[in-house]
């Protein structure tokens, strides 16, 4: 895909998303829209995945460690052929497919989560074993900012860079808020970029918001030889809904009535 289809394919993840959660009366809609232009530039010109490779033992393996966040997941593997659309229809309903977290057994999805500071260790594993068998396939693994509050999380940092896992990507979705704050109140992280490098990971920062930006920074991965690589997005948590922009109630909170519609009528006005 071009930008301008990347572009096209984030705001098609927005309005399912929205559309979903709604329906269900679920939540985590603001989690779900700062990861938005994220997974659309993986899925859309950096991963080496098609549902026509999705058994393919060569392929690359994404990990959402933020598996709270899941209907905007369904959204680009439905988007992007590896099931129906019509699927979405039923999210997070009594006897759906889509549960409300990311689910193994759906077409595309190599792991469950939702469980914090799972992901990242799931993906260093991945990672080891595709060196062991002398394969170049990648592992992404998607992270939030708050599970990095997580000792887990900081035990695998330090596996793969033990193990030299130049194979693994983790990208941080830094949108600042989690569960009941913000992560300055809560546990703060920084200095973040210079933590990971610490524990001798190669880290860049970069828009996570700007899809030119990422494409350019996926491009240049592995950033270091033996290094597993960190991108940390800075993000906007809601992005893309003005009143959902940077606010704690849209990490739990569902768009219902008149919220839901004027959510709907922006994402529909061209940009």
């Given at each position: 895909?071009d930008r301008?289809?990347?572009?096209?394919?984030?705001?098609k993840?927005?309005?399912?998303?929205?559309?979903?959660?709604?329906?269900?009366?679920?939540s985590h809609?603001?989690?779900n829209f700062?990861?938005?232009?994220?997974i659309?530039?993986?899925y859309?010109?950096?991963?080496?995945v098609?549902?026509e490779s999705?058994?393919?033992?060569?392929?690359?393996r994404f990990?959402?460690?933020?598996?709270?966040?899941?209907a905007g997941?369904?959204?680009?593997?439905?988007?992007?052929g590896?099931f129906?659309v019509?699927?979405?229809?039923?999210f997070?309903t009594?006897?759906?497919?889509?549960a409300?977290?990311a689910t193994?057994?759906i077409?595309?999805i190599e792991v469950s989560?939702g469980?914090l500071?799972?992901g990242?260790?799931?993906?260093?594993g991945m990672?080891?074993a595709?060196?062991?068998?002398d394969?170049s396939?990648k592992?992404y693994?998607l992270?939030?900012?708050g599970e990095?509050d997580?000792?887990?999380t900081?035990e695998?940092?330090?596996f793969?860079?033990?193990?030299?896992?130049?194979?693994?990507?983790?990208v941080?979705?830094?949108?600042?808020?989690?569960?009941?704050g913000?992560?300055d109140?809560i546990?703060?992280l920084?200095?973040f970029a210079?933590?990971?490098?610490?524990?001798n990971w190669?880290c860049?920062?970069a828009?996570g918001?700007n899809?030119?930006?990422?494409l350019?920074t996926f491009?240049?991965?592995p950033?270091e030889?033996d290094?597993?690589?960190?991108v940390?997005?800075h993000t906007?948590?809601?992005?893309?809904?003005?009143?959902?922009?940077?606010?704690?109630?849209?990490?739990?909170?569902s768009?219902?009535?008149?919220?839901?519609?004027?959510a709907m009528k922006e994402?529909?006005?061209p940009?």
């Open positions: 895909m301008f289809e990347i572009q096209q394919l984030a705001q993840i927005r309005i399912h998303a929205t559309r979903m959660i709604s329906a269900a009366k679920s809609l603001g989690s700062s990861m938005t232009e994220i659309a530039v993986l859309g010109a950096v991963m080496n098609s549902p999705v058994e393919s033992p060569d392929r690359d990990v959402l460690s933020k598996g709270h966040a899941a997941y369904y959204a680009v593997l439905a988007e992007c590896f129906p019509e699927w979405l229809d039923s997070y009594d006897g759906a497919k889509l409300g977290h193994r057994g077409p595309g989560s469980a500071g799972h990242l260790p799931i993906a260093a990672a080891l595709a060196k062991r068998d394969k396939y592992i693994a992270l939030s900012d990095c997580e000792g887990s900081w695998a940092v330090m793969a860079a033990q193990h030299k896992l130049d194979n693994l990507i983790a941080i979705d830094y949108n600042k808020i989690q569960a009941l913000y992560t109140d546990i703060s920084e200095p210079a933590k990971l490098k610490a524990f190669a860049c920062e828009d918001h899809i030119n930006e990422l350019e491009g240049r991965i950033f030889k290094k597993p690589s960190c940390i997005a906007v948590k809601g992005k893309g809904v003005s009143f959902m922009e940077d606010q704690l109630l849209w990490h739990y909170h768009p219902q009535g008149d919220e839901f519609e004027n994402l529909r006005t940009t």
